[in-house]
C-alpha cells in the first residue's frame, strides 16, 4: 500500500508536506477528531510532547484531522481555533472530504478505523506501526527510540518492535464511525 496524505489544507507548515520527501527520518501521525475525547486528551497532548522533544532532523510528527461525523461543526475555521487553544505546534493535515461518503479520503485510503490512530514510519519509509487507540508513552517511546536510532537501509534483523501489550488495556477513548 501507498501512503500519502491527501490534504484539502494544513495547518503549522508554510507548505504541504510528503511523505516521502520526509524519508530518512521517522514519521508520526496521529490521526484525530477535535471532538473526540481520546484524541484531545490523550493523543494529541501525546503528539505535542514528541514535537517538542525530539529533533525534526529524528523525527516528524504530523497531525492528520480525519473527520467522520460532526461535519458540520468540525470546520477548519473550528480546527484552527483548536489549534491556538491547544497549542498544537506540529504541522496539520485536514483530510480531504470525499462528495457522497463520511469518510474522508486518507482515512479512507488508509483503511484507519477510527480516532484516534497512530501511524509510524521508519527511516525508510516503510509503515512500521498502525494502533488504533491511545498507545501508551513508555511502549511508543521505546519503539521510536529504536527507531531513531537505526540508520536509513539497515537490515530489518533487530528492527526496533513496539513491546508487547495486551489488546485494549491502553486504548482509552475512541471515535468509531457509524
Do not use: K
Request: overall charge negative; glycine content about 8%.
Amino acid at each position: 500500500m501507498s501512503f500519502e496524505i491527501d490534504a484539502s489544507e494544513w495547518l503549522n507548515t508554510d507548505e504541504p508536506l510528503s511523505l516521502p520527501a520526509l524519508r530518512g527520518r521517522v514519521v508520526l501521525v496521529t490521526a484525530f477528531q477535535m471532538l473526540c475525547r481520546g484524541c484531545a486528551t490523550l493523543s494529541l497532548p501525546q503528539a505535542r510532547n514528541l514535537h517538542l522533544t525530539f529533533s525534526r532532523d529524528d523525527l516528524v510528527v504530523i497531525g492528520l484531522h480525519s473527520v467522520f461525523e460532526h461535519h458540520h461543526v468540525m470546520t477548519p475555521d473550528a480546527l484552527r481555533a483548536f489549534v491556538h487553544e491547544y497549542r498544537l505546534p506540529f504541522p496539520i493535515a485536514i483530510d480531504r472530504a470525499l462528495e457522497g461518503s463520511v469518510l474522508p479520503q486518507t482515512m479512507q485510503a488508509w483503511a484507519l478505523e477510527g480516532t484516534p490512530t497512530l501511524m509510524v514510519f521508519d527511516r525508510d519509509g516503510e509503515l512500521v506501526l498502525q494502533h488504533f487507540g491511545h498507545l501508551d508513552d513508555l511502549r511508543l517511546g521505546a519503539l521510536l527510540g529504536g527507531l531513531i536510532e537505526r540508520q536509513p537501509g539497515a537490515s530489518q534483523d533487530g528492527a526496533a518492535q513496539v513491546p508487547a501489550w495486551r489488546p485494549g488495556a491502553d486504548a482509552g477513548a475512541v471515535c468509531i464511525p457509524i
